[in-house]
């Protein structure tokens, strides 16, 4: 199912509840791909707070995810220029994953800034797929994913950091704060460069920071930059950044990832 159905599919009721079914091609192994979970919790987020821009998402995925489950949107507290929105997605199993989501009114401001430039690459045409014809997580299937600097998984590397082109094959996906952010999870953990043979890895949190309201980029292709800045004792941190495809920055985040080899 591409991702615009889905959206489109969701059974919307009173005070910003969503209830989906995911489907078996928007999976990750035994739980739901973390960039869906996070996008759909948005999603009912914004049936609350629909007149202000999502300014950050903080995201803990708590349990696996998968089948029939439902996103409960509460606000915690709004005022004139802000709002702060929890929004859980439960399953037969209890809560599988919690966020907070903060919105924020544009306001007039001096400044005008940003430090990320980004990474000095040719444009997607001039790099082959990441996957290949070898094998990937379900969900992979829905986007179009391409490596443009540092090393594939699984390959030994001294240091996991890598610079991907990213788009979705849906060409009736809108770009939106939503679909930016089911998009931008979809690369392997940077740790997985480093490994020497395959293993479980997984999502813990995700922080996530918009940094523009106006979501546009050429073709449908983004930029992202991930690292992992520190992993030890099974746990890796990692940092991110997100570009248009005309060197615009939209988005930084950090994750915390599990590594169970």
């Known amino acids: 199912m591409q991702y615009s159905e889905l959206i489109a599919g969701l059974q919307r009721g009173q005070a910003g509840r ?12 035994r739980t739901t791909y973390g960039g869906l979970t996070a996008a759909l919790c948005l999603e009912a987020a914004l049936e609350l707070v629909p007149d202000m821009p999502v300014r950050s998402a903080q995201v ?3 349990g696996p995810v998968g089948g029939k ?11 004139k220029s802000s709002a702060f929105v929890n929004a859980d997605l439960v399953s037969e199993d209890g809560v599988m994953a919690r966020c907070i989501f903060t919105f924020g009114a544009k306001r007039p401001s001096q400044i005008n800034q940003a430090s990320i430039e980004p990474p000095d690459v040719d444009g997607p045409e001039a790099y082959q797929s990441f996957f290949g014809s070898g094998r990937r997580p379900h969900f992979a299937h829905n986007f179009n994913v391409r490596l443009a600097k540092g090393q594939p998984p699984v390959s030994g590397a001294e240091r ?29 953990p940077a740790a997985m460069s480093m490994m020497v043979e ?24 983004f930029l992202v ?22 060197g615009e920055p939209l988005m930084i985040g950090r994750q915390t990832i599990a590594v169970f080899a």
């Open 18 to 29: 969503i209830e989906a079914t995911i489907p078996e091609d928007w999976m990750q192994g």
């Open 60 to 62: 803990a995925f708590v």
């Open 69 to 79: 489950v439902v996103i409960s949107p509460t606000i915690l507290r709004r005022g």
């Open 160 to 188: 996991g950091d890598i610079c991907l082109w990213l788009r979705h094959k849906d060409e009736g996906a809108l770009y939106n704060a939503t679909t930016l952010l089911s998009l931008a999870d979809a690369p392997p």
């Open 198 to 221: 395959p293993g479980p890895i997984s999502s813990m949190t995700w922080m996530a920071e918009f940094l523009s309201d106006e979501i546009t980029t050429t073709d449908g292709w």
């Open 225 to 246: 930059h991930h690292e992992a800045q520190a992993t030890r004792d099974g746990y890796s941190s990692q940092a991110m950044r997100l570009w248009s495809a005309d």
